[in-house]
C-alpha cells in the first residue's frame, strides 16, 4: 500500500486548540479596574508618613517588647502620669513595633500601603459579590478608597482596625444568611466573627462596631418575623432568631477577652464623647461627610426603585453604620463597607446585563477558529509590572537608591534627632507636639517629653503652659524651669517670632546648642 495514500492514523491525531481559555482574556473595564488598584497603591505608598500618631504607636509597642508588660501611663509622658490610661491598643502597637524592628520606617509605609489595598481588594472581591456591574463595582471600592485616603495617617490602630473589620465581615457577605427564609449564621460566621471581635478589642476602640453590627442583624431579623405576621411568642421562639441573637451575645462576651475587661468599653465611650486620638464626630462639608451623605442618599433610591426585597437586617446594618458614623470618624471606614454589602444586592436588575461573551474558539467543522483576544490581559500585566516597577521597594530587586527617610515621612525633624543622638543625655524636651512624637520614637536615649499627640491627657494648667509657650510667651525660662524642661526645640518656620526672642534672652543658665534654617536647639547649661 502506499504510504502516501495511508489515511488511517488520520483519526488519532487531535484537532489543534488553543492553550489558554477564554476566561484570562481581559476586557478594557477589567483593565480600568487594574489600573485603577494599582494607581492605588502607588499613591498610598507614596503618601508621607506624618511625624505624629504612628510613631508614639511604635514607641508603645517597643515599651510593651522591652518590659514584657503593659504600660500603666502614657510613655515617655510624664506630665500625664497620672491620668487614667489603658493601653486598648496594645496589639496593633506590638505588631507596629515588629514591623519596624524588621525594617524601620519603610517597612511601616509598605505595611500601611498594603493593608489599605488589601482592603480595597476585600470590597471588590468579597463585598462586591453578585450580579453588579463591574464599573458600579469599581464605585464602591473609590469610595472605600477615598474615606482611606481622607483619614490616612499611616499604619495607626485606626487603620489597623480595617483588618478584623474585613475578617468579621468577610463570612456575612459571602453567605448572607439572614437574608434566607430559614438562614442561620453559617459555621464560618460562629467561627470567625467571634475571633475577629477579640482582634478588634485589642487593636482599636471602633471594636464596638462589631457586636453593634451582629446585633442590628439580630433585630432586623426578628423585624421580618413579625413583618411577616409571626406574633411575639413565635418570633422569639424562631430558631433564626435565636441563632443570630445567641451569636450577638457571642460577640459581646468576646469583647471583653482583652486584658482590661470592662475597660475598653470606658475608654470607647470616652473617645466618642471627647476623642483623644485627633477623630471628631462627622462634618457633612467635609470628605467623610461628603461620603456618607452620598450613601444614604443612594440607599434611599434603591429603598424607592429596587426590586430586589428589602430585608430587616440589611436596613438595620445600614442605620447602625450610619449613626456610629455620625458620632465619630473612624466609623466612616465601616459605613462605606456595610453600605457595599447593603446596596449592591439591591442594584440587581436595574442594569442591563451584558451578554456573555461568546467562545472565540468555533466548534464547527468548516470554520476557522478565531484567536482569543488577550491585549487587554496583556496591557494589565504591563501595568502591575510599571507599578512595581515604580514604587520604593523596587529598589530592592531592580537596583537604584533607596528612598530616603526625608521623603518617606512628611518633614522629619531629622536634624534634631541627629543632633540628640550625637550628644546623649538624660533630658526632658520641649518641643512642638507636630515633632514630638517622631522625637521621642528616633533618639536613642528615650527622652522624656513635654507634649506628645496624647495631648489631651496633660492636666489643664500643662496644656495652657504649652500653648503660651508655642506662641512666644515671654515668660518661657520661668515656665522651662516650673518643669525643670532642660530642652528647648523650636521650629523657625512657625515660631520665627518666639525663636528670635529665645535667641535674644539667653543668658548664664541657657545656651544655643544647635541651630539650622529650620530649627534650633537651647539647652540649659550642665553646672561645673
Keep these: 500500500m502506499d504510504p502516501a495514500n495511508d489515511k488511517s492514523n488520520d483519526a488519532l491525531q487531535p484537532a489543534a486548540t488553543p492553550v489558554l481559555s477564554d476566561r484570562y482574556a481581559l476586557s478594557a473595564l477589567d483593565f480600568a479596574v487594574v489600573s485603577f488598584f494599582v494607581a492605588a497603591y502607588l499613591l498610598f505608598y507614596y503618601l508621607p508618613l506624618p511625624t505624629v500618631g504612628v510613631w508614639r504607636d511604635i514607641t508603645v509597642g517597643r515599651t510593651i517588647l522591652e518590659e514584657s508588660q503593659l504600660p500603666q501611663h502614657p510613655v515617655q509622658l510624664p506630665l500625664a502620669a497620672t491620668s487614667s490610661y489603658r493601653a486598648t491598643n496594645w496589639l496593633a502597637d506590638l505588631s507596629l513595633a515588629l514591623i519596624n524592628r524588621a525594617g524601620g520606617p519603610e517597612a511601616i509605609s509598605l505595611a500601611s500601603t498594603l493593608v489599605a489595598c488589601g482592603f480595597l481588594l476585600f ?70 466573627a467571634p475571633i475577629a471581635i477579640v482582634a478588634w478589642a485589642n487593636t482599636h476602640w471602633t471594636f464596638i462596631a462589631g457586636p453593634l453590627l451582629i446585633s442590628a442583624i439580630a433585630k432586623g431579623v426578628a423585624y421580618d418575623s413579625l413583618f411577616a405576621g409571626k406574633t411575639l411568642r413565635e418570633t422569639l421562639g424562631s430558631r433564626k432568631v435565636q441563632a443570630w441573637a445567641w451569636l450577638a451575645q457571642l460577640c459581646w462576651f468576646a469583647t471583653l477577652l482583652n486584658p482590661w475587661g470592662f475597660g475598653v468599653w470606658a475608654e470607647a465611650f470616652e473617645q466618642i464623647v471627647r476623642p483623644l486620638d485627633g477623630s471628631a464626630p462627622l462634618v457633612l462639608a467635609s470628605g467623610p461627610g461628603v461620603i456618607v ?46 453600605a457595599t454589602m447593603v446596596c449592591l444586592p439591591m442594584t440587581v436588575g436595574m442594569f442591563p446585563q451584558r451578554e456573555a461573551a461568546k467562545s472565540p474558539v468555533s466548534t464547527e467543522k468548516n470554520e476557522e477558529p478565531r484567536p482569543l483576544r488577550f491585549a487587554f490581559t496583556l496591557l494589565s500585566l504591563l501595568a502591575i509590572w510599571i ?46 507636639v507636630a515633632w514630638s512624637d517622631f522625637i521621642a520614637f528616633a533618639t536613642v536615649d528615650s527622652p522624656d517629653m513635654f507634649a506628645t499627640s496624647d495631648f489631651d491627657r496633660l492636666p489643664q494648667q500643662a496644656k495652657f503652659d504649652y500653648r503660651g ?23 523657625k518656620r512657625t515660631q520665627s517670632e518666639f525663636a528670635t526672642q529665645v535667641v535674644g534672652d539667653l543668658n548664664a543658665e541657657w545656651e544655643l546648642a544647635w541651630e539650622s534654617d529650620r530649627a534650633l536647639i537651647v539647652q540649659r547649661r550642665i553646672a561645673g
Design 469 to 491: 509657650l508655642v506662641q512666644g510667651g515671654a515668660q518661657w525660662q520661668r515656665i522651662l524651669d516650673r518643669y525643670d524642661v532642660d530642652t528647648l526645640v523650636i521650629d
Design 123 to 192: 470590597v471588590y472581591f468579597v463585598l462586591c459579590r453578585g450580579e453588579a456591574p463591574k464599573w458600579l463595582k469599581l464605585v464602591a471600592v473609590a469610595l472605600a478608597a477615598a474615606t482611606l485616603l481622607f483619614q490616612w495617617q499611616g499604619l495607626t490602630p485606626a487603620m489597623a482596625s480595617s483588618v478584623p473589620l474585613a475578617l468579621l465581615l468577610a463570612p456575612l457577605a459571602i453567605f448572607a444568611r439572614w437574608r434566607e427564609a430559614e438562614g442561620t449564621p453559617s459555621i464560618w460566621t460562629w467561627i470567625i
Design 387 to 432: 507599578g512595581f516597577a515604580l514604587s520604593p521597594i523596587s529598589a530592592s530587586v531592580l537596583g537604584g537608591t533607596p528612598r530616603s527617610l526625608a521623603k518617606a515621612i512628611n518633614d522629619p525633624p531629622l536634624g534634631v534627632v541627629r543632633y540628640l543622638n550625637e550628644h546623649p543625655r538624660e533630658r526632658f524636651i520641649f518641643a512642638p
Design 293 to 338: 451623605a452620598l450613601l444614604v442618599a443612594a440607599l434611599a433610591f434603591l429603598l424607592r426603585r429596587s426590586k430586589a426585597p428589602v430585608h430587616g437586617g440589611d436596613v438595620m446594618l445600614f442605620v447602625v453604620a450610619t449613626i456610629l458614623a455620625a458620632c465619630n470618624t473612624h466609623f466612616a471606614l465601616t459605613l462605606v463597607a456595610v
